[in-house]
């Protein structure tokens, strides 16, 4: 009966202990797992971190180089509207202004980027004429227009947008730019679009 006792006994520890075995081989691979998935998660957070440096730091290298052509471009037109040689030209420098003052405020939101990355970009609002800025904006996508062959018109008589608004005029630039330049891409030559403006209340 002893003998039976001690034999059953001994499997038992002997299944303990293979079970234990087991545990402590399988807590050292998940020891092991957590590891070396730390060690990963460590390589790839310092490889992003470098990512994010490098592209600030080639942003800042390459704002300069982007404003100082551009800031040139707005000052001969400046010179160019101040001589009033020709009321045409001097449209046409006007027109100049307002296009290198519309890329400045996208490179300005371009080299902002923890704006971007935090989609914390502010509204800039002022009043304006809404009149102004379509027909700016149809005089930018014009030539586009017209290298198709496109007739581009806006509607006129709108008494509305004679009014002024307080609105973002670099975002409404951008929105109503993409808008006629999608619209240009989609029209085949010979082709007409009539861009047709309501303002909401």
């Known amino acids: ?19 234990l075995g ?6 050292a691979f998940i020891a ?3 590891k070396i998935n730390n060690n990963r998660l460590k390589v790839a957070r310092k490889a992003a971190e470098e990512a994010n440096r490098a592209k600030s730091e080639f942003l800042s290298r390459i704002s300069h180089d982007m404003r100082t052509p551009l800031v040139s471009v707005m000052g001969l037109a400046d010179i160019g509207i101040d001589d009033k040689r020709d009321i045409k030209d ?20 371009i080299l902002n980027m923890q704006k971007i990355e935090s989609e914390q970009i502010e509204l800039n609002t002022e009043t304006c004429k809404l009149s102004e800025i379509f027909f700016q904006v149809l005089a930018l996508t014009k030539p586009n227009a017209d290298d198709k062959g496109i007739d581009l018109q806006i509607t006129k008589g709108k008494k509305n ?14 929105i109503s730019i993409n808008i006629l330049s999608n619209a240009i891409k989609c029209t ?10 309501r303002i909401v209340e």
């Open 22 to 27: 087991i545990i402590l081989i399988a807590i």
């Open 32 to 34: 092991v797992s957590l």
């Open 161 to 174: 947008l004679q009014d002024y608004y307080k609105v973002d005029v670099m975002r409404l630039n951008q």
């Open 90 to 109: 001097v449209e046409y420098f006007k027109q100049i202004k307002k296009s290198s003052n519309y890329l400045l405020g996208i490179l300005n939101d």
């Open 1 to 19: 009966m002893n003998k039976y006792e001690l034999t059953t006994f001994d499997i038992l520890s002997n299944h303990t202990i293979l079970f």
């Open 188 to 197: 085949k030559g010979g082709g007409k679009i009539v861009w047709s403006n």
